[in-house]
């Protein structure tokens, strides 16, 4: 099935680093893209895993500074374990040699380009993301910028893929329900 063809059945999604690395979040958007007739195709880039693998082991190393030794052994073993079940789901684009489109002049982060860059190189019709200040201006009451609207992770599986949030009826942790101002 072609790319094109395949958008058309389900959408197409950059997930950001901000929104892999709650742990709702990762898992829940994982679920919906691995269920049979998934519900959308995730994307990322190697700039996507390289900064979700550093907040990961920056907040890993947090929690270790409580003077025990730091346990690298479960480090691996969890950082890996979480690659596998994102491996299985999400497709890789790379930025290498990126010649594109440029985000909006609004975003100043240099560090947020490279999200803009992996959804048009994905094709994308959304960048799921909790970073909302680093969204693109609203219009029309959505948060778009040359056909690609950003939304948080809430917004795109309850307003866009029209499903529950919570993991199998668990309610969420405290700050999940995070939105944008936009209107759908």
Do not use: K
């Amino acid at each position: 099935m072609s790319q094109s063809a395949e958008r058309e059945i389900h959408p197409f999604a950059v997930l950001d680093s901000s929104a892999l690395v709650p742990r709702w979040a990762r898992v829940r958007l994982q679920q919906l893209a691995s269920e049979p007739g998934a519900a959308y195709t995730p994307f990322w880039s190697e700039w996507i895993i390289a900064e979700t693998w550093r907040i990961l082991t920056e907040r890993w190393f947090r929690r270790q500074l409580s003077g025990e030794v730091p346990d690298f052994a479960r480090l691996r073993r969890d950082a890996n374990e979480m690659m596998r079940y994102l491996l299985r789901v999400m497709r890789l684009v790379t930025l290498r040699g990126y010649r594109g489109a440029e985000p909006w002049p609004g975003l100043t982060d240099r560090n947020d380009h490279p999200i803009w860059y992996t959804a048009i190189l994905a094709g994308a019709q959304y960048v799921v993301s909790q970073n909302t200040r680093h969204f693109p201006s609203l219009v029309d009451g959505r948060h778009v910028y040359q056909g690609v609207e950003f939304l948080t992770a809430i917004e795109f599986i309850q307003d866009v893929l029209g499903a529950d949030a919570a993991e199998d009826g668990q309610p969420l942790p405290l700050g999940a329900s995070v939105r944008s101002r936009c209107r759908r």
